[in-house]
């Protein structure tokens, strides 16, 4: 019983979804590293051990934030209200992709994330099934929308998957002294990378994925789907 004159602080209980939702908030504001089971105890005012009752280790909380930011795209996407059959399917389909960038830039660690789960989930399917919908109406065959989805690749959900990062962020400007280095062997790309910077780094995804070069690629991308349409 409780004394008299005393009250007590009432706490949602914890959920599987409690849970997810916290470790999101840690990503957005320290990275993914900083999600650790015992942080997110500290961040429920929870014991550590009864976070596994309803995540059974850290593989299965990156499979759910996965789960919970895709939850948040498709529900984006599903206030998208354009045509698609015909040729409006590439700007039904190009407003879709660049909707689920927004949310991903909302949570910048989450494409990483997204890259190393070895099993899909069920909101990204959903995603998925969505943007297929989208091709079929514009006169896709079966066909044609798995060669497209191959394509596009990663960049159909918001985010280009970078195959290098030489210098392990963006390109500011400044003189790099390990690329001046290699200035001999690597003249191509390093007379580039001297003179390509980013307007807004802080868009960014990835090594250079900014807003000009994402949709660049996938303007490219739709354009020579559309006509093999």
């Not at 998957?161 to 062997?185: C, K």
């Not at 980013?198 to 739709?222: I, K, M, N």
């Amino acid at each position: 019983m409780v004394g008299r004159g005393r009250s007590v602080e009432t706490r949602a209980p914890l959920s599987r979804d409690r849970v997810l939702r916290a470790a999101v908030k840690l990503a957005d504001e320290g990275g993914i590293a900083s999600v650790t089971m015992r942080r997110l105890a500290e961040e429920l005012d929870a014991e550590a051990m009864s976070l596994y009752h309803h995540v059974a280790n850290k593989d299965q909380v990156l499979d759910g934030v996965v789960d919970a930011v895709a939850a948040e795209i498709n529900e984006a996407v599903s206030r998208l209200t354009l045509p698609a059959e015909g040729p409006a399917w590439k700007e039904a389909a190009r407003r879709r992709i660049l909707t689920a960038r927004q949310v991903l830039l909302g949570h910048p660690w989450a494409p990483a994330v997204f890259s190393t789960r070895t099993t899909t989930s069920p909101e990204v399917l959903l995603y998925f099934d969505g943007l297929l919908g989208i091709m079929r109406a514009g006169g896709f065959s079966n066909d044609l929308a798995h060669h497209a989805m191959h394509a596009l690749g990663s960049r159909a959900i918001g985010f280009s998957q970078e195959l290098f990062s030489p210098t392990g962020g963006p390109t500011t400007g400044e003189p790099d002294p390990a690329m001046a280095a290699m200035a001999a062997q690597l003249p191509n790309l390093v007379g580039m990378l001297a003179e390509v910077a980013h307007d807004d780094p802080d868009s960014t995804l990835g090594w250079c994925d900014d807003q000009a070069e994402f949709e660049f690629g996938l303007d490219l991308l739709l354009d020579g789907l559309d006509r093999r349409r």
